[in-house]
């Protein structure tokens, strides 16, 4: 059974930096993608940014580009998301997801699994 564990969400003043930390266990084959997700009420859930098992492929969203980097460490079956130059409009809650995929962790198609979401507050 896929399970997923997010942590490192909290409050931090514009222009500041956190980690998300998102473990994964439970994937019995080697082509999987691991992505992260935002939603704020009112709004469509949003993905960040996505990476894909075995070949290490990365997509980010437009609007997070240059500020989040994803990196994982296979060993530990976890996947970090460090977040710099933190901005209001990024606050919402994180949510770090799995799904069996080939060839793309495309956001846009949903993914099956889902941790219970960490919260991220940007604001003086």
């Known amino acids: 059974q896929v399970q997923l564990a997010e942590s490192g969400g909290g409050l931090v003043q514009p222009g500041g930096s956190l980690r998300l930390s998102c473990a994964a266990s439970?994937?019995?084959?080697?082509?999987?993608?691991i992505g992260w997700f935002r939603q704020v009420p009112g709004r469509d859930r949003e993905g960040v940014s996505c990476?894909?098992?075995?070949?290490?492929?990365?997509a980010y969203v437009d609007s997070v580009k240059g500020r989040f980097t994803l990196s994982r460490d296979i060993s530990k079956g976890i996947v970090y998301l460090q977040m710099n130059d933190l901005k209001p409009a990024d606050t919402g809650v994180y949510y770090c997801?799995?799904?069996?995929?080939?060839?793309?962790?495309?956001?846009?198609?949903?993914?099956?699994?889902w941790g219970q979401g960490t919260q991220v507050t940007v604001s003086a």
């Open positions: 997801a799995a799904d069996h995929r080939r060839g793309s962790c495309n956001m846009e198609v949903g993914y099956r699994y």
């Open positions: 439970g994937f019995t084959s080697d082509g999987y993608a």
């Open positions: 990476i894909l098992n075995p070949d290490g492929r990365i």
